[in-house]
């Protein structure tokens, strides 16, 4: 049996963190948390998860450093425990937990990333502003037409890597935080020749707890896009 482990980075989820293990207990995943020093206490709520779960398994970081940079450690930690297949997933159930055999099944056959997507017929999003969803699905076609891709949904982060497709793209030269960090391992991820397939999500805002999206997290992704670009037309990438 193959081993698949969700990478799940928190800041400030204790509303979500329990909810959402137990709803991925009986997947037969593991779950890694990557919690950077929540102030309010969700370490502490995964280091009890943990002590009672087998499947359950704690990375405590010192301070918070964006999304990136966790998702990285999460990813050494679980290629080191010997991973399979590697997922990201947000904690505040605007990932549907019922969706992770669907994006294991479609690496199961054969894809190296799986993408969950929103802008594939079949998927969408629930319950967001015009606004929001203008900005999501824009910045989607920004990169998308920049780096030349096919891909619809390329800042959504709920993704299954292959492993070797962690062992083989560049995780030090990755230095992205936010949404950046999506479009960037999915760009060198095809860079290096790997096969990606969007599978269909419906994405719900959270209801519990509070987002953690700002000005600068948009922004790095709208200079890194084209940074990105120039390292592929260069041949750095
Ligand atoms: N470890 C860690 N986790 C983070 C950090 N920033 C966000 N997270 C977690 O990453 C996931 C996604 O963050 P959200 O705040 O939901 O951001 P978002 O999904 O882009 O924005 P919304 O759709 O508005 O919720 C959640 O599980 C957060 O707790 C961080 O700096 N460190
Ligand atoms: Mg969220």
Not at 53 to 80: D, I, M, N, T
Not at 94 to 120: C, E, F, Q, T
Not at 172 to 179: E, L, Q, V
Not at 199 to 204: C, E, G, L, Q, T
Request: aromatic share 8%; proline share 4%; hydrophobic share 40%.
């Amino acid at each position: 049996m193959r081993n698949a482990t969700i990478c799940l980075p928190t800041y400030n989820e204790r509303e979500n963190l329990e909810a959402m293990v137990r709803a991925l207990q009986p997947l037969g995943v593991n779950v890694l948390v990557i919690d950077d020093n929540s102030p309010d206490g969700t370490g502490e709520i995964a280091d009890r998860l943990a002590a009672e779960l087998e499947f359950v398994s704690v990375l405590h970081r010192e301070r918070k450093e964006g999304l990136g940079p966790a998702y990285l450690a999460g990813f050494r930690r679980a290629l080191a425990n010997g991973a399979d297949y590697v997922l990201e997933m947000d904690c505040d159930f605007s990932h549907d937990p019922n969706d992770v055999p669907r994006l294991i099944a479609a690496v199961d056959a054969g894809a190296d990333l799986a993408l969950g997507s929103r802008y594939v017929p079949g998927g969408g999003t629930a319950n967001w502003g015009l606004v929001r969803r203008a900005i999501s699905w824009g910045g989607s076609f920004y990169a998308r037409v920049i780096l030349g891709l096919g891909i619809r949904d390329l800042t959504g982060g709920f993704k299954c890597y292959r492993r070797q497709v962690l062992e083989t793209i560049d995780l030090d030269a990755i230095d992205s935080k936010g949404y950046a960090f999506q479009i960037e391992g999915t760009f060198r991820t095809i860079r290096k020749g790997f096969s990606v397939v969007e599978v269909p999500i419906r994405f719900a805002d959270r209801t519990e707890g509070t987002s953690k999206m700002s000005r600068s997290i948009v922004l790095e992704a709208v200079a890194k896009v084209p940074e990105l670009r120039l390292a592929a037309l260069t041949g750095r990438l």
